[in-house]
């Protein structure tokens, strides 16, 4: 078994200078670009969580309604899509697959400014996660090959800042508009007519993607590294029901550092996107204005969110350098321990101030499996897998993270305390069970993942 790995991985290998990736200082700027996609791709979607007052009234839903609109609608088929998007990004051009994906959650998030209805917001909200699904299987994979193992996670680093910055600057803008919806909750538009300030909103943080789009779509595509020989590019022609038999056999392969990547990940994630019920804890426990709310959960989160980015991606590349090859996972399972702490204790805090203060550390260690999760998973997968890798990264922390993280709150609230006023005990039991046991798969597959870095690094020697 160990032996067929090492042929594929070494049939990867680069064959002459035509696999040279591209400089350093084009794959920076490549990255930046890159980040700003992500910017807005969060802010488009993080948007929704400081408008839930005035969506549940003028829509007529409740808490559980609106998480599906965060989980649901957008998080099943973000995910879901992005399995075919990986695989077409492990063969096709990942640039053009990006700005088209751009370009469409722009639109659709524009149309959700339009929507009249619940039905009719829900089917936006599902257009703006299949567009956002084509950005990060296509974004690891590029990074891969503009940047070697060592340097590849403070370019994910870099990258994964668009989480915080978009989501940051989302609480800010939101808590601002929710504030002026108090003071005048219609506009009239000329030729639209009379609309929501909330909706509005949509149409302000959509149009700019367009722009986006079209500077992404100036980018220059890297050469693919470690996939030149023919046998390989028979492979990567293959249809989606062989690339989806060739990544089951890669998860049997490795089990354990399987189980640790992506379900270890996803549990990790319930605790990070609990926080779209952040905002409004401050607003139902304290009393706080949607304004001050805002600014507090957006500027903990531009502060502390690309603090903790960054350090992963620098530690995880000094461990790395050091020869300690399993930092990104080793990192990623004490960052488990380290958000769970204060996820747990910071909606029990008994002054709103003691509340803000734990988003600090809570909002650094969130930042930490975007970076270190896609770093490692790039680091063990043959090319013509990694964008199929990323994205069942993407799907597993979709259903586990980005559908469970805001749903599972909101079960405790509706269905169990039977209280609005109790979101606070929801969230703290949310948090409290999973961090733990996240922290456990984690570690699971460190020896494993020692062993396939082992496997890929003597395939790759020269």
């Not at 990623?332 to 988003?359: D, H």
């Not at 005990?425 to 082992?454: C, D, E, H, M």
């Amino acid at each position: 078994m160990t032996e067929s790995v090492s042929v594929d991985i070494a049939t990867a290998a680069p064959a002459d200078s035509r696999l040279r990736r591209p400089g350093g200082a084009y794959g920076w700027y490549a990255t930046v670009v890159l980040m700003v996609a992500y910017t807005f791709s969060f802010l488009d979607r993080q948007i929704l969580n400081l408008m839930i007052g005035p969506i549940e009234h003028d829509l007529n839903i409740g808490d559980s309604a609106f998480a599906a609109l965060t989980g649901g609608a957008f998080g099943i088929f973000y995910t879901v899509m992005g399995l075919p998007i990986g695989w077409m990004a492990d063969r096709f051009n990942r640039k053009w697959i990006v700005a088209v994906g751009i370009a469409s959650w722009s639109v659709m998030t524009v149309t959700c400014g339009f929507a009249r209805s619940f039905p009719q917001l829900v089917v936006s909200r599902i257009g703006v996660g299949i567009g956002e699904a084509t950005l990060s299987p296509s974004a690891y994979s590029m990074l891969s090959d503009y940047f070697d193992k060592a340097r590849l996670p403070r370019a994910m680093g870099l990258y994964t800042c668009g989480i915080f910055i978009g989501a940051g600057v989302a609480m800010i803008l939101g808590g601002a508009v929710v504030t002026m919806i108090q003071q005048t909750p219609t506009a009239v538009l000329p030729i639209v007519g009379a609309m929501r300030s909330w909706q509005l909103v949509f149409l302000v943080v959509g149009l700019p993607g367009i722009v986006v789009a079209l500077w992404l779509s100036t980018l220059r595509e890297p050469i693919r590294r470690d996939h030149g020989t023919e046998t390989e590019a028979a492979k990567a022609s293959g249809n989606l029901g062989e690339g989806l038999k060739e990544l089951f056999t890669f998860l049997v392969r490795y089990p354990w550092m399987c189980l640790s990547l992506f379900l270890g990940s996803g549990l990790f994630s319930i605790l990070g996107y609990a926080d779209a019920w952040y905002p409004e804890l401050f607003i139902r426990t304290w009393g706080w204005t949607p304004s001050m709310s805002g600014l507090v959960n957006g500027g903990s989160s531009l502060i502390a969110g690309p603090a903790g980015l960054i350090f992963a991606g620098w530690m995880s590349s000094r461990l790395i350098a050091r020869g300690k090859v399993d930092a990104c996972l080793r990192l990623t399972a004490i960052g488990a321990i380290g958000i769970a702490l204060p996820a747990t204790l910071m909606p029990l805090m008994p002054t709103p101030q003691l509340m803000a203060l734990c988003l600090l550390p809570l909002k650094f260690f969130v930042g930490f499996p975007p970076v270190l999760i896609p770093s490692a998973i790039q680091m063990v997968a043959p090319n013509r897998l990694r964008g199929q890798l990323g994205a069942l990264f993407l799907l597993v922390v979709g259903v586990i993270g980005v559908s469970c993280g805001p749903i599972l709150p909101a079960f405790f609230t509706d269905y169990v305390f039977k209280s609005h006023q109790a979101l606070r005990y929801s969230l703290s039991i949310s948090t409290g069970v999973v961090g733990p046991i996240a922290f456990l798969i984690l570690i699971l597959g460190l020896k494993q993942f020692r062993q396939r870095w082992a496997q890929v690094a003597g395939a790759l020697q020269p």
